[in-house]
């Protein structure tokens, strides 16, 4: 499909299902040979990441655990400016590494709540991984350690997004026109 309708706004293909793959499988070789003989803890937030959590890990070859935190922060198509926490974490993670899957990072609000909710917990080290980063967007200053693809500031779905609960099972990205 070269474009497709939610709810009241059209979206045209930005980026297949092909180049996703190809930028998860760059990142996951980084991660295998920077985890060599570690096992890191994935900690995959949800909704957005599910797919580039599960298609990450399906790359992954060093032993690992994963887990999920839920959090919210758009309504529509823009930032609520807040986030909430839906579904805490309750892992044990003192002395592990631990490495965040995120699906985009444009503000990085809901990357710092993330980073406040670990902060405190004695981690042996803290990585984010996330599928999409906007540059133009991103306001805060720490690192985001493994980027598969940098996008512009533009809305998407498809491939684990959503505009207003629609559009995460579309295996290409869109962008809205």
């Known amino acids: ?12 293909k930005f980026i297949s ?3 996703i793959q190809v930028a998860i499988e760059k990142i996951a070789a980084e991660i295998n040979t920077n ?3 570690k096992k890191p803890l994935f900690v995959a937030v949800l909704n957005g990441s599910f797919m580039f959590a599960a298609d990450l890990m399906k790359k992954i070859t060093v032993d690992c655990e994963i887990s999920f935190v839920k959090l919210a922060s758009y309504h529509g198509v823009n930032s609520s ?3 909430t926490e839906l579904i805490g974490f309750t892992e ?5 590494d631990i490495i965040i899957i995120e699906d985009i990072v444009d503000t990085g609000l809901t990357l710092e709540k993330v980073i406040e909710i670990f902060k405190h917990k004695n981690c042996a080290s803290l990585k984010i991984a996330t599928l999409l980063l906007k540059p133009d967007a991103f306001k805060k ?8 693809i940098k996008i512009p500031n533009e809305f998407i779905v498809g491939y684990g997004l959503d505009y207003d609960g629609l ?3 579309l295996k290409d990205i869109y962008k809205v026109n």
Do not use: I, P, Q, T
Not at 141 to 148: F, M, T
């Open 167 to 169: 559009g995460r099972n």
């Open 35 to 37: 985890y060599k003989n």
């Open 1 to 12: 499909m070269s474009s497709v309708k939610l709810h009241d706004k059209e979206f045209s």
């Open 92 to 96: 044990n993670v003192e002395h592990r």
């Open 17 to 19: 299902f092909e180049e």
């Open 141 to 148: 200053d720490y690192a985001v350690d493994y980027v598969a």
């Open 81 to 83: 400016g807040s986030v």
